[in-house]
């Protein structure tokens, strides 16, 4: 077997690569164990695949990165990362909703873990425009839950998102008490992004019909950036999110009424 330490620079590029794409991050310090080379070594290879556009930087590891801002991922493909991070989020946003509350879930896969955590509160109407989300409350309906599901419609993305002037139109006739939002990025200075123009619409009249915000957000979102801006960090009540950058923290916490930072899932970081 070859040993690690052996590789040349271009194979050790191509593992971190590999376990950057299949564990959705990765910790410098795992990857000098893993490839038993130096932490100088492995920020060298770091900075290049980051130039290269091949994985993005972040606090003491690398996350996926690299794609245009209009490319959007499958909801399988994003299902895939950082699993342990959304589900602390999930639990942490959870403990938000009463039991008898109208709440909208925009799609999502950190949105999809909470539907999950929701099938426990008794008495919720659940306004969602992602198919997934809705089958989780579905399959919780025949199991005995009392959830009442109202799926907009649409035009279905990548992502499993249901869109266009269809959802838009029903989403605008509710009023909730709770929107659970996802984001493709999220930044101080570029607010909530998405790749896909519509899904921003579509996202503007889940805002507008809810009296409180609530953003879901893992760490491998700060700084990434999807085509369009459709909300600003002003426009979220509770941000609920698993870490907070230092160049983003001042900024996050100026401008949102309230964050939530999710228990135990600092452990789960890539870094």
Known sequence: MTDPGSLLAHQRRA???????????????????????SDMTVRRDLDVLAREGRLRKVHGGAVPGGEPSSHEPGFEAKSEWETAAKTAIARAAATLVAPGSAIALSA??????????????????VVTNSVRTAEVFEDARSAGSGTTVILTGGVRTPSDALVGPVADQAIRSLHVDLLFLGCHGLGAATGLTTPNLAE??????????????VLLADHTK???????TFATLEDIDVLVTDFLPEDEATAATEQVAEVLLAPGAADERPW
């Open 15 to 37: 593992l971190i690569l590999e376990e950057v794409r299949r564990r959705g991050g990765v910790r410098v310090n795992e990857l000098t164990r893993t490839l038993n080379v």
């Open 108 to 125: 999502g896969t950190t949105t999809h873990a909470l539907a999950g955590e929701l099938t426990r509160i008794a008495g919720l109407t």
């Open 200 to 213: 921003a619409e579509t996202n503007r009249a889940f805002l507008r019909s809810a009296r409180r915000a």
């Open 222 to 228: 700060w700084s990434a950036v999807g085509l369009t």
